[in-house]
Nanobody
Framework: QVQLVESGGGLVQAGGSLTLSCATSGRTFHTYTMGWFRQAPGKEREFVAAISWSGGSTDYLNSVKGRFTISRDNAKNTVYLQMNNLKPEDTAVYYC?????????????????WGQGTQVTCSS
């Protein structure tokens, strides 16, 4: 069983930055594709970014390209989401997810494990 714990959310003004972290348990973290998703009130869960087990492949939602960066530290069993130039529309609960499949997926259904989420609020 893989457990994921997100941290780093908070309240920030438009144009500000936050870094989310997702700490994972288990010895096989380095084999998992990791993803970040978000869900705003009344909306479906949305793909934000994903990274392959090696870090060699990444994928981003178009609206966050150039502003968000996903990275991982396999020695620390942690994946990060650096968020710059935040906008009010980025406000949501952000979730970390993991899949044992060696593919960078955008669909939530393909991820086996999920964290509890961390709130990110960007005010204008």
């Amino acid at each position: 069983q893989v457990q994921l714990v997100e941290s780093g959310g908070g309240l920030v003004q438009a144009g500000g930055s936050l870094t989310l972290s997702c700490a994972t348990s288990g010895r096989t973290f380095h084999t998992y594709t990791m993803g970040w998703f978000r869900q705003a009130p009344g909306k479906e869960r949305e793909f934000v970014a994903a990274i392959s087990w090696s870090g060699g492949s990444t994928d981003y939602l178009n609206s966050v390209k150039g502003r968000f960066t996903i990275s991982r530290d396999n020695a620390k069993n942690t994946v990060y989401l650096q968020m710059n130039n935040l906008k009010p529309e980025d406000t949501a609960v952000y979730y970390c997810a993991a899949t044992s499949a060696p593919v960078v997926y955008r669909i939530p259904f393909n991820y086996n494990y999920w964290g509890q989420g961390t709130q990110v609020t960007c005010s204008s």
